[in-house]
């Protein structure tokens, strides 16, 4: 991980220091700053890999830079925010933000947020027909599927969900997301469609779909599909 680039916009100077004094002990490569007018400045000059970005900024919210970056960029970007509030994670993530974790948090747990984003970027950017996770194989291209070695039998929006979660892989998603990127425009308020099918899905690709290790309800936000190859 040390030829990334992490930005860093937060203007707590103690966990800005925090997180700096953390990415050298791990030899990341960072750059900082504490305000939304210079985090344009910074990403603007230098290619950042991902950016980690507090919301309550002294200049304008978090949320506001992210729309702004998205305009311009796919940039992964990590919201890193004392708001815990539901509505706040949904409001973040629905801008564009590609992960969410709250304050206090644990160091261990943010790097590894960090290497599986990062991961998840690069290999979006090589991506290929064919995506593994675990037990479960996916061709994109002739739309063949396969659960520990056995083809399965999916509905076109079935199918469409399943490849929607394989490409985003261990990121939160929203119930809007996820609506809209499946479904279409005019779709986002459909719950119960959403609920059905990751229902019916998991029925088919879960060894309990009571218990589910693929796909996880993030309570009150949307869905993460768990993937650790």
């Known amino acids: 991980m040390k030829n990334y680039l992490i930005q860093i916009i937060e203007d707590d100077s103690s966990v800005k220091k925090l997180l700096e004094i953390t990415f050298r002990e791990h030899n990341l490569n960072y750059i900082s700053c504490d305000n939304k007018k210079n985090a344009m400045m910074l990403f603007l000059t230098h290619s950042s890999d991902l950016l980690l970005v507090d919301l309550g900024l002294p200049d304008g919210d978090g949320k506001e830079f992210i729309r702004e970056i998205r305009e311009i960029s796919k940039v992964t970007i990590v919201v890193l925010s ?12 629905d801008a564009g933000a590609d992960d969410y974790i709250t304050k206090p948090f644990s160091v261990n747990e943010l790097l590894a947020r960090i290497r599986a984003n990062l991961r998840r970027s ?18 994109i291209a002739s739309r063949d599927i396969f659960f520990k070695n056995e083809q399965l039998k999916l509905t076109p929006i079935e199918f469409e ?3 929607y979660f394989l490409l985003n892989a261990n990121k ?11 479904w279409g425009v005019g779709y986002q308020s459909e719950m119960q469609y959403l609920r059905t099918y990751v229902n019916t899905l998991r029925k088919k690709i879960e060894q309990n779909s009571t218990r589910p290790t693929y796909i996880k309800t993030e309570s009150g936000i949307g869905y993460r599909f768990c993937c650790n190859n």
């Open 172 to 182: 939160t998603l929203t119930h809007k997301q996820i609506l809209k990127e499946v």
């Open 161 to 163: 969900l399943l490849k």
């Open 122 to 139: 690069i290999s979006g950017e090589n991506i290929s027909s064919k995506i593994t996770c675990a037990e479960l194989e996916m061709d």
């Open 82 to 93: 004392a708001r815990d509030d539901e509505k706040e994670i949904v409001a973040a993530l």
